[in-house]
């Protein structure tokens, strides 16, 4: 790993911990490039409302970092996500279940700053966490 892969991937290990993590949804300029491209929340604004959302729904959610690859100007991340539903969840009442959730994310960087993330999350298991199936 280079020095740039692993900026790179000290800055979104730092995102990770203070946006996901700590729940300070203000920290995004430190982060993020003017020109973020948010692909999987529509926007900058998108992505600060959906964590806001987990956070009322799971307010004790914690994401653990599994594995991180960085190579060029992406870094991948592969996560799990667990917490406990105590909060509205996309309109589901809250179940007091708990969810182990695992998560992928793709930030691209540019210059030390995320310029474009992508995420995929296995919801097929987190419903059924929820509901208790």
């Known amino acids: 790993m280079n020095a740039t892969e692993r900026q790179n991937k000290d800055t979104v290990l730092a995102f990770v911990k203070d946006f996901w993590n700590r729940n300070d949804l203000d920290c995004l300029d430190a982060y993020l490039t ?17 964590a806001a959302k987990i956070l009322e729904a799971f ?4 994401y653990a970092v599994e594995d991180v690859i960085a190579k060029d100007d992406k870094v991948l991340v592969r996560m799990t996500v667990k917490g406990t539903h105590r909060g509205i ?3 589901t009442e809250p179940t007091g279940n708990t969810i182990d959730v ?3 994310r793709q930030y691209q960087l540019v210059d030390g700053k995320i310029a474009e993330h992508r995420g995929w999350i296995d919801m097929v298991t987190m419903w059924s966490q929820i509901k208790g199936r």
């Open 34 to 50: 003017d020109d973020y491209r948010e692909l999987s929340y529509q926007s900058r604004d998108g992505l600060k409302q959906f």
């Open 89 to 91: 969840f996309f309109g």
């Open 59 to 62: 307010p004790d959610k914690q």
């Open 102 to 104: 695992t998560l992928y």
